[in-house]
């Protein structure tokens, strides 16, 4: 099972970014799939989840509004749509997935993408 992560980058505030994660050896969606962030100095922490099938979808406080989570089953690839970004959400981006929704402890993890944002 491979999840690679790509599209970080470096913008100034209120730019975007979108993030995907292209899934080899399983399929996106037979699992709940998941966006964490690390950023220096601070614990990880869930960003936005989509469950397996139906496509229920969770975001936390500091993204809701901003953020938006997709994903292609087509392509197997998982999305995430960065608009409006803020300094604070400079950190590095992983994706996830599991059997399980949104918890923190997925089972699967790809190498994340590095985002920065300052002027």
């Known amino acids: 099972v491979q999840l690679q992560a790509s599209g970080g980058g470096s913008v100034q505030p209120g730019g975007s970014l979108r993030l995907s994660c292209a899934a080899s050896g399983l399929t996106l969606d037979g699992y709940a799939n998941a966006w964490f962030r690390q950023a220096p100095g601070k614990e990880r922490e869930a960003v936005s989840c989509?469950?397996?099938?139906?496509?229920?979808?969770y975001y936390s406080d500091f993204v809701k509004g901003r953020f938006t989570i997709s994903r292609d089953n087509a392509k197997n690839t998982l999305y995430l749509q960065l608009n409006n970004l803020k300094p604070e959400d400079a950190a590095v981006y992983y994706c996830a997935a599991d059997t399980e929704f949104c918890q923190s402890n997925m089972e699967y993890w790809g190498k994340g993408t590095l985002v920065t944002v300052s002027s």
């Open positions: 989509i469950s397996r099938s139906d496509g229920v979808k």
